[in-house]
């Protein structure tokens, strides 16, 4: 399923990083997204015409901690398994090292850092109709990808991300469960659709997850400290309606141009309406 179909999706993310340069041609040349606008201080890139990652340069930022609370990973969906064999095939030939690759069964996943930490998925998902659900939820599990038959369903070299990939989900590090639920299926109404072993992640309109959570590496992390390098900001695309109902449930007023909230580790959160 398109995530478009969903009355609220993935926006775009934004990472503080140390080295706007270098960070902004990771993107560009490994994970294939257009360079949109760059002023010496932020580039926007994206596929499409659509801000897909913002990176903030400040070269004072503290690196990224992986125990905090923050970024788990931002997750580039791909329209096609032959997509991401030839992304398998480009990473191959310019020596970019994955660090995981699964078979989620509602999709296939590959894992990789950017130069500064921040992860990274590249998947595609398989058709909805495929996805295993349980009275509990959709069961999503981690199998091993067989990566030798994936770049085999590559028609064509890479030449980009294609201008309808975009951000299909973003996963968050948090310090804790607990909080996650009242926050993302209270405040922002998304669905609880599975729980695994340390994480939560939560969907709309029927998707399989738009946002995960995990203490995998963040347990008892307290709020997200200023001054370190990595996620800014998630921003969330959500539909008039629905961006209404989120801002009376949060008591404030929402504006044309959208309205901030943060999550309980601190994490801002943006959310715009969809035009």
Do not use: C
Not at 35 to 61: H, I, K, M, Q, Y
Not at 86 to 112: F, K, M, N, P, Q
Not at 153 to 169: C, I, K, L, Q, R
Request: zero cysteines.
């Amino acid at each position: 399923m398109p995530t478009s179909d969903a009355p609220l999706q993935i926006g775009h993310v934004a990472l503080t990083v140390r080295d706007l340069t270098a960070q902004t041609e990771f993107y560009r040349r490994g994970i294939g997204l257009d360079l949109l606008s760059s002023d010496g201080s932020v580039a926007r890139l994206g596929a499409g015409g659509r801000l897909l990652v913002e990176l903030r340069g400040d070269p004072a930022a503290r690196p990224v901690d992986p125990a905090q609370a923050g970024l788990f990973h931002t997750a580039f969906l791909l329209p096609s398994r032959d997509h991401l064999g030839r992304w398998l095939r480009h990473a191959a030939e310019t020596g970019i090292r994955l660090s995981g690759a699964s078979d989620h069964r509602v999709s296939e996943a590959l894992y990789l850092d950017d130069p500064e930490g921040n992860g990274i998925e590249i998947y595609v998902d398989r058709p909805k109709s495929d996805w295993p659900v349980t009275p509990e939820g959709i069961a999503m599990t981690t199998e091993r990808l067989d990566l030798d038959r994936l770049a085999a369903a590559a028609t064509s070299p890479w030449a980009g991300m294609p201008e309808d990939g975009t951000v299909g989900h973003v996963h968050l590090q948090s310090g804790a469960l607990e909080g996650t639920e009242p926050f993302w299926a209270g405040m922002l109404g998304l669905t609880l659709t599975a729980r695994y072993r340390g994480a939560n992640f939560f969907g709309a309109g029927g998707y399989h997850h738009h946002i995960g959570t995990n203490v995998w590496n963040s347990r008892g992390a307290g709020p997200r400290p200023e001054g370190q390098a990595g996620l800014a900001l998630l921003a969330l695309s959500a539909d008039p309606g629905t961006a209404r109902d989120i801002a009376a449930r949060a008591g404030i007023a929402a504006g044309e141009g959208g309205f901030d909230l943060a999550d309980p580790w601190g994490i801002p959160v943006r959310l715009l309406p969809r035009q």
